[in-house]
């Protein structure tokens, strides 16, 4: 009798199993078009949102070539036309000029025109932009110095890692040109157990971390990768690719947690990195089709892995340029429900 209840409990354990994958197939377009309404549907302010994402990811490029060793006058004339354009289009349509994103902006182009001034470029539509929209009066004074960079010095960044919290979260700064110094692997591994400690959905933990240290492959980086410049001055000899193993979760219900957790392993990682002394840089995996397949192939990521980031290591130089990088006051980003 037992044997026959165990054989059926097993039965009906391997039927449901089987019912459940063949369901989660049947809803798998369902969620597919959850995912893509957004697309289809305008949401509330939506002009307005994509109007300042693409105006802060435009002076954002321009900030980092403003940091740049290799600074060639002129440069960025792709992001700033593009900048103008975006910010001639939220001007049109009358909105919030005060909108501290906007008055980043115009702080990069005003940096970019002082930096520029022992040449003879004509900027003059940059300028007419800052006099339009009331740059230099005097309550907009103030705003000059949120957008652009900002020099740093590797002692007092290297003193504040030891600090609290707050010290290593405002220590940590984008690094686009390392020291010549070589990155111990050793120092990394340690860091990059202390990133364990991150959570994971049912502690599956899925994330995966490869350690380049190769001239070959770092150098097949450097070419496919827009958001870090291809030049020898950037010293990089380390770089870390972040994956997470698809296998590890259920789809179509799991299929963005391997990026949330792996997101989660990949902040900590930064941060741990900060702690043992090293600057990072962190570097997203929007590659083309193309380019991805090159990395996938050099790197040996297979087809059950998802690309989640690159993060570039290097030492600190004795001062060093980061960008500014300017971040929206936590009380824009917190809805309060009591």
């Known amino acids: 009798m037992n044997g026959n209840l165990k054989s059926y409990s097993v039965y009906m354990l391997r039927l449901r199993s089987i019912l459940k994958k063949i369901y989660l197939k049947l809803i798998f377009f369902r969620y597919v078009v959850d995912d893509y309404k957004h697309l289809i549907y305008p949401s509330k302010n939506k002009a307005e949102a994509i109007l300042l994402a693409n105006i802060t ?11 740049h060793k290799d600074f060639r006058f002129g440069f960025g004339q792709r992001a700033l036309q593009e900048l103008l354009r975006y910010l001639k289009k939220y001007f049109e349509i009358d909105l919030d ?3 501290a994103r906007i008055q980043t902006a115009l702080s ?42 900002a020099s740093f010095s590797s002692e007092e960044i290297l003193q504040m890692r030891n600090g609290n919290f707050l010290d290593l ?27 364990q400690n991150s959570p994971s959905v049912c502690n599956r933990q899925g994330w995966k971390v490869r ?9 097949l980086f450097r070419r496919v990768h ?8 950037q010293n990089l000899n380390c770089l870390l690719v972040i994956t997470f193993r698809k296998d590890f979760f259920s789809y179509p219900v799991e299929r963005n947690q391997g990026y949330t957790d792996a997101g989660l392993f990949s902040m900590s990682l930064l941060y741990s990195l900060t702690h043992k002394g090293l600057a990072t840089c962190a570097l997203n ?11 996938r192939k050099s790197f040996d990521i297979n087809r059950n892995e998802g690309l989640v980031m690159f993060i570039a290591v290097g030492h600190y130089d004795t001062i060093f340029t980061s960008p500014k990088s300017y971040k929206d006051e936590f009380k824009d980003v917190v809805d309060i429900m009591l």
């Open 211 to 219: 350690l380049i240290k190769s001239n070959e492959k770092l150098g």
């Open 226 to 233: 827009n958001g870090f410049a291809n030049s020898s001055k």
């Open 169 to 195: 979260s405002s220590s940590r700064h984008s690094v686009r040109f390392f020291s010549n110094l070589d990155v111990s692997v050793d120092v990394v591994l340690d860091a990059i157990s202390i990133a």
């Open 97 to 99: 000029n005060n909108n």
């Open 285 to 295: 995996a929007n590659l083309t089709r193309g380019n991805e397949k090159l990395v």
């Open 57 to 67: 990811r435009e002076y954002h490029r321009i900030e980092k070539g403003l940091g």
């Open 108 to 149: 990069v182009l005003h940096q970019y025109i002082e930096k520029h001034k022992e040449c003879n470029l004509d900027l003059s539509n940059v300028k007419g932009i800052l006099e339009r929209y009331g740059f230099y009066e005097k309550q907009n004074i103030s705003n000059r110095e949120l957008g652009g960079v």
